[in-house]
DNA sequence: AGTTGATATGAGTGCTTGCTTATATATGAT
DNA sequence: ATCATATATAAGCAAGCACTCATATCAACT
């Protein structure tokens, strides 16, 4: 039907849900193409321990980091750090379309979303 | 912290979550840079209508999309069509990444999915 | 062995979200 | 006006999923 595409749509479905966490994106930028503790982790995004061990073994399962063990402290990495670029790519595409868009901000998905109790 | 990224996180996280449902992206790639009527959508996807019409709900929520009015049909396309070749990266990358998987398989992201009632 | 610091795991909770069924709106033709 | 076709909307439900609290593991040091 389509020369590239149609056939990996659950693959990249797959892959794109794993980067829809603002969590995790932050997580995967922070490590970018080195290496980095849990505690760096901690430090840096702010967030509570268990939530990045959460996020970290949701990047662990899908395969997308490595772990090495140095003393106490485990150290993280993607296993492919083509994704930084790709990642920088889409921020940059982002960016782009922030300045196009009426509202100024990307919408989320669903419609109630609009109408209920106007959260946050 | 960082020249990119950081900053605009959020509006990134957004963005892959609207593109993380299967059937949105088979929607994007279809629609492609060229537009197409619902109609079309709804026979290329060989989803139900409501659900078509659904998922554009959301991308012209998030304004993804722009439409068009031809007689009974309305025509989709992107407002902006660079988002198909990054698609196309990420595809090719989630192909490249498939093959070093042990699993072969890009996973899910929580942890209980893999204990649930192994539905579907 | 006991303690401390680093990290992981499990259960529980509530918001999110994809989907369906039913219904509405809009357009064109008769 | 009525009808058929094209598309959108509303309400409800079940599952997904991010997060927290409590607890467990593991390494290094005493």
Same mark, same amino acid.
């Given at each position: 039907?389509?020369?590239?595409?149609? &056939? &990996?749509?659950?693959?990249? /479905?797959?892959?794109?849900? !794993?980067?829809?966490? /603002?969590?995790?994106? $932050?997580?995967?930028?922070?490590?970018?193409? &080195?290496?980095?503790?849990?505690?760096?982790? !901690? &430090?840096? *995004?702010?967030?509570?321990? *268990?939530?990045?061990?959460?996020? +970290? $073994?949701? +990047?662990?399962?899908?395969?997308?980091?490595? *772990?090495?063990?140095?003393? #106490?402290?485990?150290?993280?990495?993607? $296993?492919?750090?083509?994704?930084?670029?790709?990642?920088?790519?889409?921020?940059?595409? /982002?960016?782009?379309?922030?300045?196009?868009?009426?509202?100024?901000?990307? %919408? #989320?998905? #669903? #419609? %109630?979303?609009?109408?209920? *109790?106007? $959260?946050?």
């Amino acid at each position: 039907m389509d020369q590239v595409g149609m &056939n &990996n749509i659950d693959q990249v /479905a797959r892959l794109f849900k !794993i980067l829809s966490d /603002a969590n995790r994106l $932050k997580i995967i930028f922070i490590i970018g193409k &080195n290496k980095r503790s849990v505690s760096e982790l !901690i &430090n840096e *995004t702010g967030l509570s321990q *268990t939530l990045v061990s959460f996020h +970290l $073994k949701v +990047l662990r399962d899908s395969e997308m980091v490595d *772990t090495e063990r140095k003393g #106490p402290f485990i150290y993280y990495r993607l $296993k492919n750090t083509g994704l930084v670029d790709l990642l920088y790519a889409f921020n940059q595409y /982002a960016v782009n379309r922030k300045e196009e868009m009426e509202t100024g901000m990307l %919408w #989320p998905c #669903p #419609p %109630w979303f609009v109408k209920k *109790t106007s $959260k946050r």
